[in-house]
Structure formats: structure tokens, C-alpha cells
């Protein structure tokens, strides 16, 4: 039986380049939509067939080397490296000079132990020593909802904390990955704004730190750190209720919309094509989809991206 293949047009066009799909030329989505299109396949052979210097960015969250086997599929942690690295050489390729890599990884303990494992960490070297890619900054995601675990160390011998931050690492091919700060400005916290109000004292801090009169301007909001603190129990989310409402399962393995929106915002621009290689529930190409960005979403599993359908208001079960 034939895959259907839905195309719905956003209510914008893409304001710059022709829709992404003609960078996988003879390749045929599971659907698509005025901005992008979703395939089901391994990412591996569907990148191989993209031109070079095609993506703005890469934003993708991929299995994680966990101890226990999770249904979505995962590698061990002594193969994680040499299993990734073949998909990094080819997100390197397909990424513009000054594209972006961002890839959101979470750590785990080694097994039997109360040892923290080091394969993310190896697995970064590897990407700026092995692969070529330079370090941008790294970052985090605090999620203040994450439950406890594992439960041996942390709830009955009680010799860990709580785990609720997990990993961003932000790569470029080049030293000089285009980026504005400008875009991800938050609110001025009341403090600042009081201070604003009143003004600022010119000094030295003890610190070393000079501060002039120009740190009294105000700006349009104050420059974020690099901890996105989000947690991921969106219960209520129009994509969960439109999945339960026909009894759906999803993928257990989402991250919040929140990771992929900053990325998205900080580094690309309208019309920029943004992939993700490892796409599940395509929280990725939903995200760039609403700030007009064209996207690329490849997953193995076709049960999780026909599901990711409905983010579009496209129904595959009908």
C-alpha cells in the first residue's frame, strides 16, 4: 500500500528559495507543507543525497547511549561515538559555512555504579578533533520536571541528586557561525528595571569588571544565558490532545518546543532551511515552519512521523 502524500500551503509562502523538498530530488515525502516536508527513511542516506551548503542549521536531538533499552532505539554507550560520527560528517556537509550544529544530548550513569559516563563528552571531541567542527558555546537544558533517577542512587541509597540538566552543544563548521543575540532578548527583570530607572553608578568592581554609564542604556530586554530552563510536561499541548483524541501513541522521547524556538531564532533567518536528521515527533519543523523558516525532517520510525502530521493540521489516520 502506497504511503499517502498530503500537501497543505501555510499561509505564508517561503519568503526566500524554493521549498526545500527540491534538495531531495526523486525522494517522496510523507507529507509536506508550504514550508517543508518529512520523510520517513534513514537520515544517513536521505543527507547523502543533499547538496552541500544547503542548511542554515541542524537542530536535532538523537537517541541517547542509555544503559536500559528504550523503544525508540538507542545505542550503548561504548558504540555511540563511532555509530554518530558518520551522521555528523554528513550534517557537516550539508551545513553552510556559517550554519549551525546544534545538537541536544543528555548524560547517563554507567552500569551497576554511581559513576556519571563520559561518551558525551567524547563524543564532542570527536566532533571538533575528528569531525572538524568548532565549538561554538556549549549550553543546557534545565528541566525542572525531570523525575528522579536512577532510582537506585538517588531514591533508596540516597547518594544522588536529582539529574535535570542535559546537554546543548552548539557547533559550526567555521569559527564564525552567524548568530544575533537580538532575537532571544528577554524581558528586563523588575530589578533592572528599577535600576534603569534609576540609574547607574560608573565603577570597577571588585571582580574587575568596568562599569561605565553604558550599561544604564536600555535595550529592547536583557541578553539570555545559555541554560534554557523549560520543562518538558506540556500535558495540555494542541499536538497531545489531537493525539489522544484518536488514541495515538506517541513518542516518549520529545523535547519542548522551547529548545528547537531559541535555536531557531537565535541562528536563522526567514527562509533559512533548518534539518533535523532524527526528527520523532517533528517539534523542529513545526517550530520553523511558524517563523517562516523551510525545514527538512527525517525519521526511521513512521508511526511517530505520520503522528507528527497533526502538528500541521494534517491528518494521516482519516
Same mark, same amino acid.
Not at 509536506?32 to 527513511?41: E, M, P, R, W
Not at 542516506?45 to 542509555?66: G, N
Not at 545538537?103 to 563524543?123: M, Q, V
Given at each position: 500500500?502506497?504511503?499517502?502524500?498530503?500537501?497543505?500551503? &501555510?499561509?505564508?509562502?517561503?519568503?526566500?528559495?524554493?521549498?526545500?523538498?527540491?534538495?531531495?530530488?526523486?525522494?517522496?515525502?510523507?507529507?509536506?507543507?508550504?514550508?517543508?516536508?518529512?520523510?520517513?527513511?534513514?537520515?544517513?542516506?536521505?543527507?547523502?543525497?543533499?547538496?552541500?551548503? /544547503?542548511?542554515?542549521?541542524?537542530?536535532?536531538?538523537?537517541?541517547?547511549?542509555?544503559?536500559?533499552?528504550?523503544?525508540?532505539?538507542?545505542?550503548?554507550?561504548?558504540?555511540?561515538?563511532?555509530?554518530?560520527?558518520?551522521?555528523?560528517?554528513?550534517? $557537516?556537509?550539508?551545513?553552510?559555512?556559517?550554519? &549551525?550544529?546544534?545538537?541536544?544530548?543528555?548524560?547517563?550513569?554507567?552500569?551497576?555504579?554511581?559513576?556519571?559516563?563520559?561518551?558525551?563528552?567524547?563524543?564532542?571531541?570527536?566532533?571538533?578533533?575528528?569531525?572538524?567542527?568548532?565549538?561554538?558555546?556549549?549550553?543546557?537544558?534545565?528541566?525542572?520536571?525531570?523525575?528522579?533517577?536512577?532510582?537506585?542512587?538517588?531514591?533508596?541509597?540516597?547518594?544522588?541528586?536529582?539529574? /535535570?540538566?542535559?546537554?546543548?552543544?552548539?557547533?559550526?563548521?567555521?569559527?564564525?557561525?552567524?548568530?544575533?543575540?537580538?532575537?532571544?532578548?528577554?524581558?528586563?527583570?523588575?530589578?533592572?528595571?528599577?535600576?534603569?530607572?534609576?540609574?547607574?553608578?560608573?565603577? $570597577?568592581?571588585?571582580?574587575?569588571?568596568?562599569?561605565?554609564?553604558?550599561?544604564?542604556?536600555?535595550?529592547?530586554?536583557?541578553?539570555?544565558?545559555?541554560?534554557?530552563?523549560?520543562?518538558?510536561?506540556?500535558?495540555? &499541548?494542541?499536538?497531545?490532545?489531537?493525539?489522544?483524541?484518536?488514541?495515538?501513541?506517541?513518542?516518549?522521547?520529545?523535547?519542548?518546543?522551547?529548545?528547537?524556538?531559541?535555536?531557531?531564532?537565535?541562528?536563522?533567518?526567514?527562509?533559512?532551511?533548518?534539518?533535523?536528521?532524527?526528527?520523532?515527533?517533528?517539534?523542529?519543523?513545526?517550530?520553523?515552519?511558524?517563523?517562516?523558516?523551510?525545514?527538512?525532517?527525517?525519521?526511521?520510525?513512521?508511526?511517530?512521523?505520520?503522528?507528527?502530521?497533526?502538528?500541521?493540521?494534517?491528518?494521516?489516520?482519516?
Amino acid at each position: 500500500m502506497a504511503r499517502p502524500r498530503t500537501r497543505q500551503r &501555510s499561509l505564508l509562502e517561503p519568503s526566500a528559495g524554493e521549498h526545500p523538498s527540491c534538495l531531495l530530488a526523486g525522494a517522496s515525502p510523507l507529507y509536506d507543507t508550504g514550508f517543508g516536508a518529512a520523510y520517513i527513511g534513514d537520515s544517513l542516506e536521505l543527507m547523502r543525497a543533499i547538496p552541500a551548503e /544547503s542548511a542554515q542549521a541542524v537542530i536535532t536531538s538523537p537517541p541517547y547511549a542509555l544503559h536500559f533499552k528504550k523503544e525508540y532505539g538507542n545505542v550503548d554507550k561504548q558504540d555511540y561515538v563511532d555509530w554518530f560520527l558518520p551522521f555528523a560528517a554528513e550534517i $557537516k556537509r550539508i551545513l553552510k559555512p556559517d550554519g &549551525s550544529f546544534v545538537l541536544n544530548i543528555g548524560g547517563s550513569y554507567n552500569p551497576g555504579i554511581p559513576t556519571r559516563s563520559l561518551y558525551h563528552f567524547r563524543l564532542l571531541v570527536s566532533l571538533c578533533d575528528d569531525v572538524g567542527f568548532h565549538l561554538a558555546q556549549e549550553c543546557f537544558w534545565l528541566n525542572p520536571a525531570k523525575l528522579p533517577a536512577p532510582a537506585e542512587w538517588v531514591n533508596v541509597r540516597r547518594i544522588r541528586v536529582k539529574d /535535570s540538566v542535559e546537554y546543548i552543544w552548539w557547533l559550526s563548521p567555521s569559527e564564525w557561525p552567524a548568530a544575533d543575540n537580538r532575537a532571544v532578548l528577554n524581558p528586563y527583570s523588575d530589578d533592572m528595571e528599577r535600576l534603569l530607572k534609576k540609574g547607574f553608578t560608573a565603577k $570597577k568592581r571588585p571582580s574587575g569588571h568596568n562599569i561605565t554609564k553604558k550599561f544604564g542604556k536600555r535595550h529592547d530586554g536583557s541578553i539570555p544565558s545559555n541554560v534554557i530552563v523549560r520543562g518538558n510536561n506540556d500535558s495540555n &499541548s494542541k499536538f497531545i490532545r489531537a493525539c489522544a483524541e484518536r488514541g495515538l501513541k506517541l513518542n516518549p522521547a520529545r523535547f519542548p518546543a522551547a529548545l528547537p524556538e531559541f535555536f531557531v531564532k537565535f541562528l536563522t533567518r526567514p527562509g533559512d532551511v533548518v534539518v533535523d536528521p532524527f526528527a520523532g515527533s517533528n517539534t523542529t519543523g513545526s517550530i520553523a515552519e511558524s517563523y517562516d523558516r523551510r525545514w527538512l525532517a527525517f525519521e526511521l520510525r513512521e508511526d511517530y512521523l505520520r503522528t507528527s502530521a497533526l502538528r500541521f493540521g494534517i491528518d494521516l489516520f482519516e
